[in-house]
T-cell receptor, first 116, second 117 residues
Framework: AQTVTQSQPEMSVQEAETVTLSCTYD???????LFWYKQPPSRQMILVIR??????QNATENRFSVNFQKAAKSFSLKISDSQLGDAAMYFC?????????????FGPGTRLSVLP | NAGVMQNPRHLVRRRGQEARLRCSPM?????VYWYRQLPEEGLKFMVY????????ESGMPKERFSAEFPKEGPSILRIQQVVRGDSAAYFC???????????????FGPGTRLTVL
């Protein structure tokens, strides 16, 4: 079974600075998807960024980018120019691509605080 | 195109009562997933359904919990004889059929927060 680990329960960053959230995962599969979700106090799950394992190029979405290291099974999220609205819980998630319909496996989350 | 709808958003039950949580997937989506989020934890998979079929219920507790996704109407997650430990946020997600755009993503609803007194 796949597992997802987020070793940082809490992180803080100064507004306008850059922060990196860590995620590692364990799988024996070669084809899969990785996601970062943001959960603000409203509890709505918001997709931040996704990465296909077969793509070597790291995904980027505006201020959000990932560092995907397939061999190391690492998938970190970098937030540049942090804004107060970025404060939230961030969850890393894994989904198999080898069987359609596979559920997401989520990490325990990292709580990000943004300091003005 | 409306997103995934869940109702109620908040549900309060006393111990021993039944809780019924509803989920309407996005239009055109035929795959529904239920997840549970305990306080200060990540989401944990419970069950995966297609119309009139339970595909994977490996994350569902063996007793008191059941789920359905009928041919017509929303998906229902039912918890019988609730206990305090059932207090959590329950999220529904939906995805389209294989071959359709975004079929490898799941789109989440806003969740139902269940409180058991």
């Amino acid at each position: 079974a796949q597992t997802v680990t987020q070793s940082q329960p809490e992180m803080s960053v100064q507004e306008a600075e850059t922060v990196t959230l860590s995620c590692t995962y364990d799988t024996s599969e070669s084809d899969y998807y990785l996601f970062w979700y943001k959960q603000p106090p409203s509890r709505q799950m918001i997709l931040v960024i996704r990465q296909e394992a077969y793509k070597q190029q790291n995904a980027t979405e505006n201020r959000f980018s990932v560092n995907f290291q397939k061999a190391a099974k690492s998938f970190s999220l970098k937030i540049s120019d942090s804004q107060l609205g970025d404060a939230a819980m961030y969850f890393c998630a894994y989904r198999s691509a080898e069987n359609y319909g596979q559920n997401f496996v989520f990490g325990p989350g990292t709580r990000l605080s943004v300091l003005p | 195109n409306a997103g995934v709808m869940q109702n109620p958003r908040h549900l309060v039950r006393r111990r021993g009562q039944e809780a019924r949580l509803r989920c309407s997937p996005m239009k055109g989506h035929s795959h529904v997933y239920w997840y549970r989020q305990l306080p200060e934890e990540g989401l944990k998979f419970m069950v995966y359904l297609q119309k009139e079929n339970i595909i994977d219920e490996s994350g569902m507790p063996k007793e008191r919990f059941s789920a359905e996704f009928p041919k017509e109407g929303p998906s229902i997650l039912r918890i019988q004889q609730v206990v305090r430990g059932d207090s959590a946020a329950y999220f529904c997600a939906s995805s389209p059929r294989p071959g359709e755009s975004s079929y490898n993503e799941q789109f989440f609803g806003p969740g139902t927060r269940l409180t058991v007194l």
